[in-house]
């Protein structure tokens, strides 16, 4: 084939672009994108099943992530956890907090700043800190956990502390913190 040839044949074999209508026939799009929703209570779906999560692009003022992330936790997503003491503790578990940043602040980002372990030995403690990034401003916050090593009910001891320490931070943006106040109501 002469050089040039297949270009000419492709172009000749090409669908023809359909027109765009004008600017002014298009539906109006949403300015703000929109959001995957969590499932409902009755679903549930989110504990175990897939969801997917926008990772990039998809930024959002600070303002409206901080205020998805106070709204109220599903009850099917807390779990109840009883102390040595028979005293019941509420809590979200760690991977549940993940998903509803991943969706609510895709572009969180957390990190491990501390693990100290006592001088006695017998507890390690870790710092984590969450960071929020908005388009207009980012927020971190940065929280302990704290776990015994002789305890080996759950995982290694470090595990457990920073489990506790991500989700105590994510609460201190808001994320569950209603289950610290619920006894006070």
């Known amino acids: ?37 969590l499932p409902s209570e009755e679903e549930n779906d989110f504990a175990g099943g897939e969801v997917t999560a926008p990772t990039e692009g998809i930024s959002k003022p600070l303002a409206e992530v901080l205020k998805e992330l106070g709204k109220r936790v599903p009850d099917s997503l807390v779990k109840t956890r009883i102390e040595e003491n028979g005293f ?39 710092v984590y800190r969450v960071t929020l990034h908005g388009i207009d401003a980012e927020i971190y916050r940065e929280a302990t956990g704290t776990a015994s090593v002789d305890d080996t009910s759950y995982g290694d001891p470090v595990q457990k502390a920073e489990a506790m320490a ?19 109501s």
């Not at 609510?104 to 507890?123: C, F, L, T």
């Not at 991500?166 to 006070?184: K, S």
């Open 88 to 126: 019941a503790i509420k809590y979200i578990p760690w991977h549940i907090v993940n998903k509803i940043l991943n969706i609510h602040a895709p572009e969180w980002s957390g990190e491990v700043r501390n693990i100290v372990y006592s001088s006695d030995g017998k507890s390690v403690s870790v």
């Open 1 to 37: 084939m002469a050089p040039g040839a297949l270009a000419r044949f492709l172009l000749r074999r090409a669908p023809t672009p359909l027109l765009a209508r004008p600017f002014a026939a298009k539906a109006r799009a949403s300015r703000r994108p929109q959001e995957p929703e």
């Open 166 to 184: 991500f989700r105590r931070a994510c609460a201190r943006l808001g994320l569950g913190l209603h289950l610290y106040h619920e006894d006070m």
